[in-house]
């Protein structure tokens, strides 16, 4: 896998753009996203499961911009949404319902009641009650609901603590030990129709034997519901895939595929991925420049005009960025703690980070920053959320403006009564 974000005479390139022009149109900070290096990681990922009747569902809650993801479902992938909210961009994006996955552990009354006015592909089912919830508000539609019920395979998958999501003490899908009365229940209900089986172990999974082992956990169990009856059609193995952030050497898709594909098609099942993180992660940098240098005690420090509620990954997860000078000037390097001005010791991108010698003004690009970045980002110390643009070549587009003070305030006001 790998990204088109180069420098050539010594200044970076996304594609075949200068990362330094787009900042003279719309200033810093700034998402940078490559069209090229997504639809490559998505017909890489697609290719290697050419052996198996699947469906790529990109899941957009790792970058919901609605060019990102009108280019996906435009090259064939499907969407899987965690929110009604996620539902309604796809939409917006122009993602078919019958290629939409409605996943969550808590989707509320109005969000199903949202999900059900399309014919999407199914809702991911998490708890018995949920079950019945969907049940009841499908039939006061008179629809029926296609449910798949997420199954904990109670499997390690080796990552941080806070993105692992399949181990028995995760609050995540079913237990496997009541998959069966979970499918009776679901079975036996009226108003639902049910079509698969999922799973999700986690995220940044950088060895296939954790797909391995929960793969062939659920492709058994997939067997024995069909034997018993239970309409499975789909078996939905879910995401997470690492990139390279460090100097990580994931499995490639080519690697998952040659471990698991025969496991997969014994079921004879539609094979359902949800790869988020592999297809945009290396597709987006955040472009930030250097506001302040300042030395305490020996230290160096960059204060930067991007901060934690632009990319939360560093101070949430302690998550690795790889940062290079958009300008490479100076064959000198430095040591510095990269920082941004928001008031909280947690607001870093780097501690002790080896850098080109950087000075005031100069730009740098935190690498790697295309999934859980933007969607992440928040207006914590009324910071305007940062512009997203798309490169496509030699052209760019602002596919997001930054925002403005008024959108700060949007939605609020003062009740006269309460400050008289
Ligand atoms: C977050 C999530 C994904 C995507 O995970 P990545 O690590 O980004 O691939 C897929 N499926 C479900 C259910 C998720 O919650």
Not at 63 to 82: E, Q, R, T, Y
Not at 179 to 184: K, M, T, Y
Not at 246 to 258: C, G, H
Not at 379 to 393: H, I
């Amino acid at each position: 896998m790998g990204h088109h974000f180069r420098y050539r005479n010594k200044e970076m390139f996304c594609e075949g753009v200068r990362l330094s022009d787009i900042v003279k149109e719309v200033g810093s900070p700034v998402y940078i996203y490559s069209k090229r290096t997504l639809l490559e990681a998505y017909t890489e990922f697609d290719t290697a499961f050419a052996n198996v009747d699947h469906l790529v569902c990109f899941a957009m809650k790792a970058n919901s911009s609605l060019s990102v993801v009108s280019l996906l479902a435009k090259a064939g992938a499907g969407i899987d949404c965690n929110s009604g909210g996620e539902i309604f961009r796809a939409l917006k994006a122009g993602a078919h319902p019958s290629k939409i996955i409605f996943t969550g552990v808590g989707k509320t009354e109005e969000e199903i009641r949202f999900a059900l006015q399309y014919d999407i592909l199914m809702f991911k089912v998490e708890s018995r009650s949920e079950l019945r919830a969907i049940d009841r508000i499908a039939g006061e539609m008179g629809k029926k609901a296609p449910v798949g019920i997420r199954i904990n395979p109670n499997v390690d998958p080796k990552t941080h603590p806070y993105i692992a999501t399949g181990l028995a003490e995760d609050k995540f899908g079913i237990d496997q030990s009541m998959a069966f009365e979970s499918f009776g229940l679901a079975a036996s209900l009226p108003n639902l129709r049910v079509v698969g089986l999922d799973m999700h172990i986690g995220s940044q999974i950088v060895d296939v034997d954790p797909f391995v082992q929960a793969a062939t956990k659920m492709a058994v169990l997939a067997l024995e519901l069909k034997k018993a009856g239970f309409n499975i059609e789909h078996l939905d193995i879910g995401g997470g895939m690492a990139i390279p952030y460090k100097v990580e050497k994931p499995a490639s898709p080519k690697d998952l595929a040659d471990a698991i594909s025969s496991i997969l098609n014994v079921t004879d099942c539609k094979i359902l991925f949800e790869p988020g993180r592999f297809l945009v992660g290396n597709a987006g940098v955040l472009v930030t420049k250097v506001l302040y240098t300042k030395k305490h005690k020996n230290k160096n420090f960059l204060i930067v005009d991007a901060a934690m509620n632009d990319l939360i990954r560093p101070s949430l997860y302690d998550a690795y960025h790889k940062i290079r000078a958009v300008e490479l000037k100076k064959v000198e390097t430095m040591v510095a703690d990269i920082v941004g001005p928001v008031c909280e010791s947690g607001d870093f991108f780097a501690h002790n980070r080896t850098i080109n010698k950087c000075k005031q003004n100069d730009l740098l690009a935190i690498m790697s920053a295309g999934a859980y970045g933007f969607t992440m980002s928040s207006n914590y110390n009324a910071r305007l959320r940062v512009p997203e643009v798309l490169v496509d070549g030699n052209k760019f587009y602002v596919v997001r403006d930054r925002e403005t003070y008024d959108d700060l305030i949007r939605g609020e006001r003062i009740p006269e009564e309460l400050v008289k």
